[in-house]
């Protein structure tokens, strides 16, 4: 089955510092999606990836998808407050017939001190 | 901007009660999906839904839980007789189409089952 393993687990950065959370498959990826949960919420989409070596960039956030498929990466620069949160990824298991199913990564939790 | 909703934000039911989650999804939006999240873990797929129809279900969605789209608008998640276990978080989620397209997830119920 389809397993995404979340690096780090948890994170606590200097407001202004660069952070990079990692997302690697166990299977090749057909889309990966990024949201952001704040606790206790709903989660916000990010970003779609489906090409490989495909990179996508939204205000201060670049999430980029490797070559073979199989890892993603997000990176934040300048970190802000309003960045702190739960980070999830999400693979799009259509490629192997199962209907629309998102399985998710266990989350990157975000904590920005000012 | 269109997004997903649920009511209620929270329901507290007695062990053994049924229980109906309730989503409005995107209004041109023709998938739809439950997911949940148990405190702590990830979150989980539990069905898909397209055209009136089941098109996956997890083994999670067992015979006490059904799906419903009983008007043109709402989507509805019914759990038959409540489980301790049961207590989650409840996401709605859906797409505008099946293939290579973003889902988009409500804010989320949170059911407490005593």
């Known amino acids: 089955s389809q397993e995404l393993e979340q690096s780090p687990q948890s994170l606590i950065v200097q407001e202004g510092k660069n952070l990079t959370i990692n997302c690697t498959s166990s299977?090749?990826?057909?889309?990966l999606y990024w949201y952001k949960q704040k606790y206790g919420e709903g989660l916000i989409f990010l970003m779609m990836l489906q090409k490989g070596g495909e990179e996508k960039s939204h205000e201060k956030i670049t999430a980029k998808l490797d070559e073979k498929k199989q890892q993603s990466s997000l990176h934040i620069t300048a970190s802000q407050p309003s960045h702190a949160g739960t980070y999830l990824c999400g693979a799009d298991m259509r490629i192997y017939n199962q209907g629309g199913k998102l399985i998710f990564g266990q989350g990157t939790e975000l904590s920005v001190k000012p | 901007e269109p997004e997903v909703t649920q009511t209620p934000s929270h329901q507290v039911t007695q062990m053994g009660q049924e229980v109906i989650l309730r989503c409005v999804p995107i209004?041109?939006?023709?998938?739809f999906y439950w997911y949940r999240q148990i405190l702590g873990q990830k979150v989980e797929f539990l069905v898909s839904?397209?055209?009136?129809?089941?098109?996956?279900k997890s083994e999670i969605f067992d015979d006490q839980f059904s799906v419903e789209r009983p008007d043109g608008s709402n989507f509805t998640l019914k759990i038959r007789s409540t489980k301790l276990e049961d207590s989650a978080m409840y996401f709605c989620?859906?797409?505008?189409?099946?293939?290579?397209?973003?889902?988009?997830f409500g804010p989320g119920t949170r059911l407490t089952v005593l």
């Open positions: 299977k090749t990826l057909y889309g």
């Open positions: 209004s041109n939006h023709l998938y």
């Open positions: 839904f397209y055209n009136n129809e089941i098109s996956e």
């Open positions: 989620a859906s797409s505008w189409t099946l293939l290579t397209d973003t889902q988009y």
